[in-house]
């Protein structure tokens, strides 16, 4: 039978290299001081690689012996699976894409209903900003990037005409999504998203 040191080298074996996990991919294989100290002793090895409090990969060494890494969305949501978390991107980036601002952000950030962190990987530096889970009903669709792109904007900059936008620039399923999402609104977000309905958007 094989020790807890066995059974999670060969898990992480079967990982593709440069996929980020947590201790969560050993449960059931040992003790979770068990699990640890086998990850320590891989990652003092060279075998894998600390990001973060809890959080490897195997290295990935691309052409020209360039190490690869992942990507920010890949590793935030890593993070938020293991937590049972739901992640969305945050709400600057969304405002971004929907064209309100230009404006790149700084670093890869993400909304989360887990715990706020910060993860650097290689020079930059990937963000988890905890939220309340209702700003994120809509994630992993379009309108959920829409959703925290209002959430971002705020009462000062959301108006009739930010939902006019939207509704230009979202499928209309997933408009028709936002739209029905009414409930997860505060009552500034529906009262905009009213005047839009009844043709009061005169302003962005």
């Known amino acids: 039978m094989m020790n807890t040191s066995q059974t999670v080298r060969e898990r992480i074996a079967a990982q593709p290299d440069g996929t980020p996990f947590t201790p969560a991919l050993f ?22 690689e600390r990001l973060g409090h809890g959080l490897y990969i ?10 690869t890494l992942p990507a ?31 404006q790149m952000p700084a670093h890869a950030a993400f909304y989360t209903t887990g715990s706020s962190r910060a ?10 900003q905890h939220v309340a889970p209702r700003k994120l009903a809509l994630a992993g669709r379009p309108a959920g990037q829409a959703l925290s792109a209002l959430w971002y ?17 979202l499928p209309s399923s997933e408009f028709q999504a936002l739209r029905e999402a009414k409930a997860s609104m505060p009552a500034w977000m529906v009262a905009a998203l009213t005047g839009y309905e009844r043709g009061e958007f005169t302003h962005a």
């Open 27 to 48: 449960a059931g294989l040992g003790s979770r001081a068990a699990i640890d100290q086998a990850l320590m002793r891989l990652a003092k090895a060279g075998s894998i």
């Open 58 to 67: 195997v290295p990935k060494v691309g052409r020209f012996g360039i190490k």
């Open 72 to 102: 920010p969305e890949q590793v935030a949501r890593t993070v938020a699976d293991a937590e049972g978390a739901i992640i969305e991107i945050h709400g600057a980036e969304a405002a971004r894409r929907f064209g309100f601002t230009t």
């Open 119 to 128: 993860i650097r990987l290689g020079k930059m530096i990937v963000r988890l």
């Open 153 to 169: 904007l705020g009462r000062n900059q959301v108006s009739p005409g930010t939902f006019k936008r939207i509704a230009e620039r």
